[in-house]
Nanobody
Framework: QVRLVESGGGSVQPGESLKLSCTAS????????LGWYRQRPGEERDLVAT???????KSSDSVKDRFTISRSSDKNTVTLQMDNLKPEDTAVYYC?????????????????WGQGTQVTVSS
């Protein structure tokens, strides 16, 4: 079982910055990719950015030039630096663990979600 603990959400004005962090804890061997999705009211949950163990990054075109994703050296913490925030970035941001592998190779990999953290950008 994996627990994802998020931190760093809040309210800012347009053009300001926020940093989100998510740490995975529990009993597992490795996590293929960690990242962030976001969900605006009345919309589906969409990809923001993910980063694999090897450092391969996948991100939405809408944030590619403003948000930076990174992963800690122990691979269990993912950070999203969000710069030049816009009102359209307002959403609940969810941490996502893609393909978490158990020490027991008979157990298939599983995906996990964090509880979500609110980011509000408004003047």
């Amino acid at each position: 079982q994996v627990r994802l603990v998020e931190s760093g959400g809040g309210s800012v004005q347009p053009g300001e910055s926020l940093k989100l962090s998510c740490t995975a804890s529990g009993t597992f061997l490795s996590i293929y990719a960690l990242g962030w999705y976001r969900q605006r009211p009345g919309e589906e949950r969409d990809l923001v950015a993910t980063i694999t163990n090897a450092g391969t990054i996948k991100s939405s075109d809408s944030v590619k030039d403003r948000f930076t994703i990174s992963r800690s050296s122990d691979k269990n913490t993912v950070t999203l630096q969000m710069d030049n925030l816009k009102p359209e970035d307002t959403a609940v941001y969810y941490c996502y663990a893609d393909r978490t592998y158990s020490h027991d190779s008979h157990i298939p990999p599983a995906d996990y979600w964090g509880q979500g953290t609110q980011v509000t950008v408004s003047s």
